[in-house]
């Protein structure tokens, strides 16, 4: 039962670690990464659909991103889908390929995502503790039935709680490498 109950905790703690990570990777630094246009849909034939699912997106270089729509009729659509997107980003369309700049950050820009960085981390530990939490009642109810002992509950909140430590652990991991991607110039 306590494992039962560990295994849905650690399901938890890990799905709050991807939402983190989904978080940084929209967070974009001076860098081209084809995952800072991955919140961008496209209108394709009245159904929003996500940009990588029309057009192929490509590094070029270091600062800019190529995008490839399958279908010609698009590049105007996702023109406006990126300039409509909260990214900050200016695509230029040359022939069949439109190509997005990345705008070189400020330090003001740079300790202003950091900020952000620091709120999506604080918001995955919120999480995690959340999940450390439900665990831990639910280890509780099992000793209020009787279905425990009191050492294995004090054995299940230790794990749970090891659990808990090694996954914010993991978020602090993540805001450090986050923050030095951020603030390399």
Known sequence: MINDIKAEAEKKMKKSLESLNNAFNKIRTGRAHPSILDSVTVNYYGQETPLKQVASVNVEDNRTLTVSPWEKNLMPTIEKAIMASDLGLNPATSG??????????????????????????????????????????????????????????????????????????????????????????
Do not use: F
Not at 122 to 140: Q, Y
Not at 149 to 158: I, S, Y
């Open 96 to 185: 069949d390929i439109i190509r997005i700049p990345m705008p070189m950050l400020t330090e003001e820009t740079r300790k202003e995502m950091v900020k952000q960085a620091k709120a999506d981390a604080e918001h995955g530990r919120v999480s995690i503790r959340n999940a450390r939490r439900d665990a831990n009642s639910m280890i509780k109810d099992l000793l209020k039935e009787k279905e425990i002992t009191e050492d294995d509950e004090r054995k299940g909140e230790d794990e749970i709680q090891k659990l808990t430590d090694r996954y914010i652990a993991e978020v602090e991991k993540m805001l450090k490498a986050k923050e030095e991607d951020l603030m390399a110039v």
